[in-house]
């Protein structure tokens, strides 16, 4: 069975410095890994994604994540964080066999302080 | 610029009230889903279609149904709202190739009374 785990409920970091939300994945085959970012009173938004080739992934507003096969972690990152990043961060996992059905994880909120 | 849109944002309904959520898009995506998403949670899957393919998730309650009359449009019916159900419904569609990511509506806010 698929499944994705985010083990921190909240991140915080302050404004120009890195941030990295975690996010570990199981799931059978090869995976499709994705990032989405919500904000309050609005749907998801799509970062980036990995599907195969090079393991550092970029996406929308800096972001970037990286995948790691034998840790089986697609964490989140970005060299330096704005206070407007502070929002809710879904990791997400889909099989490359399993179809259309999507696998999110619990969520992380990040807080980024001026 | 191409888009799914959700109306309407906001529905107060009354306990046991049907109501209907409806959802479009102008992406041409074949895929379209319904979450249900409470108190900044995980997304629950209701639903998805494939083109008219539909599948419905094991736990989706039989007071929620879907129907997807063309491309463009899909509806959430919700037959007889409890409390319970008061929360997020989101629609999301995504492309036949490249991964399936998804991309969300703004949302509609449910609120039973």
């Known amino acids: 069975a698929q499944s994705v785990a985010q083990p921190e409920d909240q991140v915080n970091v302050a404004e120009g410095n890195p941030l990295t939300v975690k996010c570990t994945y199981s799931?059978?085959?090869?995976?499709?890994l994705f990032w989405y970012v919500q904000y309050p009173n609005r749907g998801l938004q799509f970062l980036l994604k990995?599907?195969?080739?090079?393991?550092l992934v970029k996406g929308s507003y800096g972001f970037e994540a990286e995948f790691n096969k034998s840790q089986t972690s697609f964490h989140l990152k970005k060299p330096s964080a704005l206070v407007s990043d502070s929002a809710l961060y879904f990791c997400?996992?889909?099989?490359?066999?399993?179809?259309?059905?999507?696998?999110f994880g619990a969520g992380t909120r990040l807080f980024v302080k001026a | 610029d191409a888009m799914v849109i959700q109306n309407p944002r906001y529905q107060v309904t009354q306990f046991g009230k049907p109501v209907t959520l409806s959802c479009s898009q102008t992406?041409?995506?074949?895929?379209m889903y319904w979450y249900q998403q409470k108190s900044s949670q995980a997304p629950k899957l209701l639903f998805h279609?494939?083109?008219?393919?539909?599948?419905n998730e094991a736990d989706t309650p039989d007071n929620f149904q879907s129907r997807r009359p063309n491309t463009s449009f899909c509806f959430l019916d919700i037959r007889s709202p409890g409390l319970g159900d008061a929360a997020m419904y989101l629609c999301?569609?995504?492309?036949?190739?490249?991964?399936?990511?998804?991309?969300f509506g703004p949302g509609t806010r449910l609120t039973v009374t």
């Open positions: 999301a569609t995504s492309p036949m190739t490249g991964g399936y990511e998804q991309y």
């Open positions: 799931v059978s085959g090869n995976p499709y």
């Open positions: 990995y599907i195969t080739g090079d393991n």
């Open positions: 997400a996992v889909s099989g490359n066999t399993g179809g259309f059905k999507t696998i």
């Open positions: 992406l041409n995506h074949n895929v």
């Open positions: 279609y494939y083109d008219k393919d539909f599948n």
